[in-house]
């Protein structure tokens, strides 16, 4: 391809995918008398599990991150689409989600910093898991490099199936060549085509320090990858949640940025108690809606 044949519609890239797992404290579930090698898969299991890690005094459980209002929101995402809820109709004409399971669904969420005692509004997950004072933690793949230097005996495994089918929040990244002012020469696209290529063609390399998973499929085949401790501990997991359909990925409309703010402004004042997870999705169901219709 030379730069003569680039177009506006027609520009090369590299893109990478990320997503949520489960993070666990090995060594909190030993002490407990839960199996080290076999983190909860089921929500039964789960609740046991959060239970015997709260009464070790541990933090149990940390279900976003660190509690960022955007962090709330995409695990309420990952409740609610494992009930089979929609976010939105398909046409985006109005909000899907103030309904029994949406509610359920935040209402849970509501209760793990709350009435269940497995944590406490606005804490930061990140740092107690790495503290070794959390038993466990929802995050993202980019969190490797921090639980690898943190000392911590940790596992990594697939999001739990809450509520039924186990999906989990995910997103994806591309680095892309834009088009540049009229008149710039061959050689900058073509010199801007060389570096994605390179990056592309050792992409595992991105994937096994950046805790990411490549989308260059000969390069998520590469033998360096897949015999990292990085793709054994954590990163095979999320490429199997990835390749089974598990991965649920942001609102897919021009105005998505809004609608998620709109949320998740709602989510956080749930979370923090000053409002009422029926309040919450009412507003958010409200503000979503006038969004949609242009106002």
Known sequence: MTAATLSRSR?????????????????IFAEVDLDPDNPPQTLAEFIDACERIK????????PAEDSAPRKLRRIWYVFFWQMGGELFDQDYSHATFNNPKGLLALQFLVDIFNDFGWNEPGT???????????GMLVAGNWYYGTAVGSGVNWGYAPMPSFFGVPYTWGNSHQLVIPVQPAG????????????????????????????????YK?????????????????????NEMAQRGLVHFPINHPKGSELEHAIQAQIELAVNGQISPQEALDRAEEDCNRILSGG
């Open 184 to 215: 710039t020469s061959e050689d900058v696209y073509l010199a801007a085509m060389e570096v994605l290529k390179f990056i592309s063609e050792n992409s595992h390399i991105w994937t096994m320090y950046g805790g990411h998973i490549t989308a």
């Open 218 to 238: 000969p390069e998520a085949e590469n033998p360096e990858l897949l015999a990292s401790e990085y793709w054994t501990k954590s990163g095979q997991w999320l």
């Open 55 to 62: 009464a070790a005094g541990y933090y149990a459980f940390h």
């Open 11 to 27: 520009l090369p890239s590299f893109s990478k995918s990320s997503g949520w797992g489960l993070w666990y404290n090995k060594d």
């Open 124 to 134: 930061n997950g990140y740092s107690q898991f790495a503290a070794g004072e959390l």
